[in-house]
């Protein structure tokens, strides 16, 4: 039994389905810092999320008008292995890993489909008040639903989701040690604008 990092798994699975998926094409995996948090399980909530490190545009700062006054709010700048991170993704575990193999993928295709076309840190935004989903958060993970399928038809070997199969007692009795990067969530720097 080997020691697993889940992180590095999920990079892994990252950067095929960014190279088979056109709808996914446009991302750097270079620029995504895949990290671990931890959920609760049971019940509802979330199973991952991301954390843009660009404002529209693809822009590190902008100013936001408050009451009276404007901020200028900045994003925070995050390094790794010499290289700045556009977007910061976080899979919540235990929860994530309860899932079955099918939904784990269509949770990490939907949020590789927030990344914005242009992969400039920003997100894609949907025309309409929920500029993050469209119109219709069902519709949206229904089309993440057929990406994921189109992905298993294509995928010549499924080795590499094989850390997806079961739960983390499953992934626990298969690795003496489940090692993984965690990172605070990135914080907006909001200072008086001049």
């Known amino acids: 039994m080997t020691p697993l990092d889940l992180t590095f798994e999920l990079e892994r699975v990252i950067e095929d389905v960014t190279l088979r ?16 948090a931890f959920g609760r399980t049971g019940g509802g909530g979330s199973y991952a999320k991301i954390h843009p490190l660009r404002f529209p545009g693809g822009t590190r700062s902008m100013t936001t008008r408050r009451g009276r006054k404007d901020y200028l709010c900045t994003m ?9 991170m556009l977007y910061v993704v976080y899979f919540l575990v235990p929860r994530f890993m309860e899932l079955s193999l099918r939904e784990k993928l269509v949770t990490i295709f939907h949020e590789l489909y927030h990344v914005s076309p242009e992969c400039d840190g920003d997100i894609r935004r949907f025309p309409g008040r929920n500029y993050a989903h469209g119109s219709s958060t069902k519709s949206y993970n229904m ?15 499924q080795s590499i ?11 626990r009795r298969r ?19 001049k």
């Open 76 to 84: 925070p700048t995050i390094n790794h292995r010499g290289q700045e």
């Open 175 to 193: 690795h003496p040690k489940i090692v993984a990067r965690r990172l605070p969530a990135p914080r907006i720097s909001v200072a008086p604008a």
């Open 143 to 157: 089309l993440m639903r057929q990406l994921v399928d189109r992905y298993l038809e294509i995928l010549p070997d």
């Open 161 to 171: 989701l094989h850390f997806l199969e079961g739960d983390m007692g499953t992934l």
């Open 21 to 36: 998926v056109p709808e996914l094409n446009h991302i750097d995996p270079l620029k995504l810092l895949v990290c671990i």
